[in-house]
């Protein structure tokens, strides 16, 4: 443990750095706010924050990208159905329509006592309330020889949708009919759990039409499917009967890119022409930099109420990197919804208003088993005062009964809406 | 090189802003807000990533527009979804999350006006 870490555990332990604290009260027009990562939580909050303060905070979104692409429904792209185009949506509507100053950087350091941010040409950018939404990061050396074998080509993730998304896609356009593609599963908590299930269908999906003496291998180093698992169970059984393979407790360890050969922590090697392993995931760098990943130093612990980080002062931290509630989903749809209640505490922070003290959130994901037929999770999630986090209600959200194409309607239904929301 | 073009992006946002100075006027001003209005803003934002921002809906997205509803008409909606009197896919399981009191706010803010 370095010293800023032991440091920030320290402070958060002692209770100094609750993050609902109110500060000195500014002038809510002069408040800079920075947002790091346009992603479904960071692009949301720079939006809302704009919103819910009558457009009067500041708020600079620094997002790397030229354009948003997203990752739910980036698997019916490496499936064929869809293409890239359909998936990316411009950054622009947050400037033109919002007044969020956007820049193309990342940010590479974070000063918590100067309250600076530091970015990759150079520039040094001042924030009264700083906002890190970076996702997640793939620990790719926790699979040996995984970041050799992605350098050279052979194995691809895929799961930041963008080049490798198209990548995959060819490279299972050139696999021969009789081939194998391989997927592996980290241990949970990963971002969007139900992500590899339906990717299998998606890859399974067009072998049928395309490639029918194909497989589709799953290795899942969890003990069972980690979300949907009767109904994806299912849809391999009456979809694609014959192939796929499920199979769970399977760790991956190492994989040699030569021979397209996958090793495991206990069962034997096996072989695939399409390799698309999956390491453990933490969170984004920048929060990991910063110090302030206190859970196992993978995931930023927050307060549930304004989403601050435990271990850091006016440092708010959204989406995939946070160390989540029960039953809480790395989600794109779960970012969006901790930026709304991020978004509203920062504006009453600043504001000098009282943060709200019953927040909810809401989750809803659409998984497609084939081009067309959908099934979905949905969950209602309460702040429980008590606990202080945020628990599912009892009788309420669930699952979809069967995969349907009306269902299919609504997931494209739901993906412009989430993209207009959190984008436009 | 790529400094400037944000720069031109900031000033071109800038104008937009300028151009939409009659909107941003027109709206209130943060003095006129309150914790309660920004909490119920925030509750009812939930809806907001499948029926669009406040109740803005994509047109011919798929999604069902809940914008032409009135408060009184989408707060019968949200409770017969959460007494079960009315089917759907994900709406009655989502309207049972939340408590009453919280579906009232939700219509009154979202409600056409």
């Known amino acids: ?81 869809r293409t890239m ?70 194995t691809l993730q895929a799961w930041k949708a963008g080049p490798e998304t198209v990548a995959l896609h060819k490279q299972l356009a050139a696999m021969r009919d009789g081939g194998v593609y391989a997927i592996s599963i980290p241990e949970a908590p990963f971002r969007c759990p139900p992500g590899p299930y339906e990717r299998a269908c998606q890859v399974a999906s067009y072998f049928k039409k395309n490639k029918p003496k194909s497989k589709v291998l799953i290795f899942d180093a969890n003990a069972d499917i980690v979300s949907k698992a009767g109904l994806f169970r299912k849809a391999w059984a009456t979809l694609y009967p014959g192939m796929i393979e499920y199979n769970p407790k399977h760790n ?23 390799l698309n392993l999956l390491p453990l995931m933490r969170a984004g760098d920048i929060a990991v930099k910063s110090g302030i990943a206190n859970s196992n130093g993978r995931w930023v612990q927050v307060n549930y109420l304004n989403f601050a980080a ?5 440092i708010h931290v959204l989406g995939d990197s946070i160390q989540i509630a029960p039953l809480m989903p790395k989600s794109g749809h779960m970012a969006n919804s901790h930026a709304k ?34 099934v979905h999770v949905a969950s209602v999630h309460q702040y429980n005062a008590a606990e202080k986090t945020f628990k599912t209600v009892p009788g309420s959200g669930g699952l979809s009964p069967e995969p349907t194409v009306l269902e299919g309607i609504y997931a494209w239904g739901w993906a412009k809406n989430i993209w207009a929301d959190s984008l436009a | 090189m790529p400094l400037f073009h944000v720069h031109q992006l900031i000033k071109i946002s800038t104008i937009c802003v300028g151009l939409l100075g009659s909107v941003l006027l027109s709206a209130p001003s943060f003095a006129q807000t309150s914790a309660s209005n920004i909490n119920n803003r925030s509750l009812a934002a939930t809806c907001a990533n499948c029926h669009g921002t406040n109740a803005v809906t994509v047109p011919n997205s798929g999604m069902p527009g809940i914008g032409q509803l009135d408060s009184a ?22 309207a049972k999350g939340y408590t009453d009191e919280q579906l009232t706010t939700i219509a009154s803010v979202l409600g056409k006006k």
């Open chain 1, 341 to 374: 209640v991020a978004a509203a505490a920062i504006v009453a922070e600043l504001g000098d208003l009282e943060v709200n003290s019953a927040p909810v959130l809401t989750n809803t994901c659409y998984s497609f088993v084939d081009a067309t037929q959908v």
């Open chain 1, 85 to 154: 185009a359909e998936i990316t949506s411009p950054y622009d509507n947050l400037a033109k329509r919002h007044g969020v100053k956007l820049i193309k950087d990342m940010v590479e350091s974070v000063d918590q006592k100067q309250k600076t941010v530091k970015l990759a040409s150079g520039t040094t950018i001042k924030y009264d309330k700083l906002v890190l939404s970076p996702g997640v990061h793939l620990m790719m050396d926790q699979i040996k020889g995984l970041t050799e074998a992605n350098q050279a080509g052979v």
């Open chain 1, 252 to 274: 991956v360890v190492a994989v040699d890119a030569k021979t397209k050969t996958i090793k495991f922590e206990v069962q034997d090697d096996v072989k695939a022409d399409v």
């Open chain 1, 1 to 81: 443990m370095d010293r800023r870490h032991f440091l920030g555990q320290s402070l958060a332990s002692a209770g100094l750095l609750a993050g609902c604290a109110s500060t000195t009260p500014i002038n809510i027009s002069k408040a800079q706010v920075v947002v790091v990562g346009g992603g479904y939580g960071g692009a949301t909050a720079a939006k809302y924050i704009r919103m819910f303060s009558n457009n009067t905070a500041q708020v600079t979104l620094i997002e790397p990208n030229t354009d948003f692409i997203s990752c739910p429904m980036s698997n019916l792209v490496i499936g064929g159905s």
């Open chain 2, 73 to 94: 008409e989408m707060l019968r909606k949200l409770m017969a979804y959460k007494s079960g009197a009315q089917q759907g896919t994900i709406m009655p399981q989502l």
């Open chain 1, 310 to 314: 435990t271990a850091a002062k006016d």
